[in-house]
């Protein structure tokens, strides 16, 4: 089945640093990617979809210039959170789509611990 | 529009039992429909997807769900409840204008008690 990898699986670091985490699929290519934001017992939060060769298209009170996403191939997504704060500490998710329909199956990577102090 | 909820926060069954878990949802098209099981600090696994085939969906692990337009229903089901079946599930919602955006429920905890 389609494998989709996060790097790195967890990462602490100090308030005011920057983080980047890394979101690659394994075994096929994938024009969109989506970025997920997840608190401790709850749901899944969109934050942006991930356009392969364009900008991202971020949801509604996400700060564009503090998630920077870039997009530069086909298998390989990033998601950098700039200046983080301990409020920015969460479990970060990404998916992507093998195919070219929209409303088929999306494969998940196992996420990214954030801790910020 | 579209959402879904999950009706229980958390299900707690003994091993050996059936599993219900119950979502409802609201689509302006012809929805997709997705089960996904998350353990505690993994991702996500998918366990099975309704998009417009048969309303009877089987997915792996024993679990299927049945896809019913008039009560705008796709609870998940599974015969008998494993120990390793402890874990969240999600009931994720899309629909073709979306493109590829998923709306996911509130959650579901099952516990499975020896």
């Known amino acids: 089945g389609a494998v989709v990898s996060q790097h790195p699986s967890w990462v602490i670091c100090k308030s005011g640093t920057s983080v980047k985490i890394e979101c690659r699929s394994l075994?096929?290519?994938?024009?969109?990617m989506f970025w997920y934001r997840q608190f401790p017992k709850q749901s899944l939060m969109l934050m942006a979809t991930?356009?392969?060769?364009?900008?991202?298209?971020?949801e509604q009170g996400v700060e564009k210039d503090k998630f920077l996403i870039n997009h530069a191939s086909l298998t390989l997504s990033t998601l950098t959170v700039t200046s983080a704060h301990p409020e920015d500490s969460s479990f970060y998710i990404c998916?992507?789509?093998?195919?070219?329909?929209?409303?088929?199956?999306?494969?998940f990577g196992p996420g990214t611990r954030l801790t910020v102090l | 529009a579209q959402s879904v909820t999950q009706l229980d926060s958390h299900v707690s069954v003994s091993e050996g039992t059936p599993v219900l878990l119950r979502c409802n949802y609201s689509?302006?098209?012809?929805?997709?429909l997705f089960w996904y099981v998350q353990h505690p600090n993994k991702g996500l696994q998918l366990l099975l997807k309704?998009?417009?085939?048969?309303?009877l969906v089987k997915g792996i692990n024993g679990f299927e769900a049945e896809f019913k337009k008039s009560e705008t229903s796709f609870h998940l089901t599974k015969p008998s409840a494993h120990m390793s079946d402890a874990a969240e599930y999600f009931c994720?919602?899309?629909?073709?204008?979306?493109?590829?955006?998923?709306?996911f429920g509130q959650g579901t905890e099952l516990s499975v008690k020896p």
């Open positions: 998916s992507a789509d093998p195919s070219l329909s929209s409303t088929d199956t999306q494969y």
């Open positions: 075994d096929f290519q994938a024009t969109t």
């Open positions: 991930s356009n392969e060769g364009s900008k991202a298209t971020y």
């Open positions: 689509s302006s098209y012809s929805p997709s």
């Open positions: 309704y998009t417009s085939a048969a309303t």
């Open positions: 994720v919602v899309t629909q073709y204008n979306q493109g590829g955006k998923l709306i």
